[in-house]
């Protein structure tokens, strides 16, 4: 399978984004240095839908105001599928996956609604192509792997649905994982980092083209993640000892 369908050529992207502050003819203005980068936010929350404030200026309950977006030239975001980490039951997964699901046709939604301004990327191709037509490039990152349950084949599902970014762990352990931000509940280093869920997650993320988020792993979780991936890591966000 071609990796470099997904995200895979993200390199580019940022080296996008250092030419204009490394070419001499660039414009030392920092609106002239904006227009010509990249805009990158990789890491948008998405409030569940029963906490979103009514009437307030967002799409779908989620914290994206495409106005603003377009207001401050932001080439594109990275809008989260997060589930907060809780009991490890069936019922606990069915909840987490309810959530997850609505969470991304929330997303989904707003270029649904907004098809002049907003488009779902699913290659680094897509970002580079919406910047050259004035549209903001929604790229779904997914975050939590506690909505998947036991299964790292589940990722498939959400893949075939957009998302081109996984990150494994929030606060808490779950069955793929240690967080750096452990519950009480939980048993400090059960994974030992990883556990083979987790492994087997990250080489399908690889097979797919989705980006691996190191974000919120422990030490050895964060280490293994990048010996593991045959492909770029990133940490959209942190909250981790190991750096």
């Known amino acids: 399978m071609k990796r470099n369908n997904a995200l895979l050529g993200r390199t580019a992207l940022f080296a996008l ?22 805009v990158l936010d990789p890491h948008v929350d998405v409030v569940a839908t029963s906490k979103a404030k009514a009437g307030a200026t967002i799409d779908s309950g989620t914290q994206i105001d495409v106005a603003k977006l377009k207001k401050g030239q932001v080439d594109a975001i990275f809008p989260s599928v997060f589930v907060e980490q809780s009991a490890r039951t069936p019922e606990g997964y069915a909840a987490a996956r309810k959530e997850a699901d609505t969470k991304l046709a929330a997303i989904l939604d707003i270029a649904a609604k907004h098809p002049k301004d907003v488009v779902i990327a699913r290659s680094a191709d897509d970002i580079v192509k919406a910047e050259k037509v004035g549209k903001t490039a929604i790229v779904i990152s997914f975050l939590n ?14 893949y075939d649905k957009g998302v081109r970014v996984f990150g494994l762990v929030h606060a808490g352990n779950n069955d793929f994982a240690d967080s750096s931000r452990p519950h009480a509940r939980d048993t400090a280093g059960e994974n030992h980092g990883l556990s083979v869920a987790g492994k087997q997650a990250i080489a399908l993320a690889n097979d797919l083209g ?33 750096l």
């Open 210 to 242: 989705i980006l691996v988020d190191v974000s919120q792993l422990t030490t050895d979780g964060f280490s293994q993640a990048i010996a593991l991936s045959r492909a770029p890591v990133i940490a959209s966000h942190w909250a981790s000892p190991a």
């Open 17 to 38: 984004s250092l030419a204009a502050f490394s070419s001499p003819a660039v414009a030392q203005t920092p609106q002239d240095v904006h227009k010509q980068a990249l």
């Open 145 to 158: 792997a506690y909505s998947l349950g036991k299964d790292p084949n589940a990722l498939k599902a959400f």
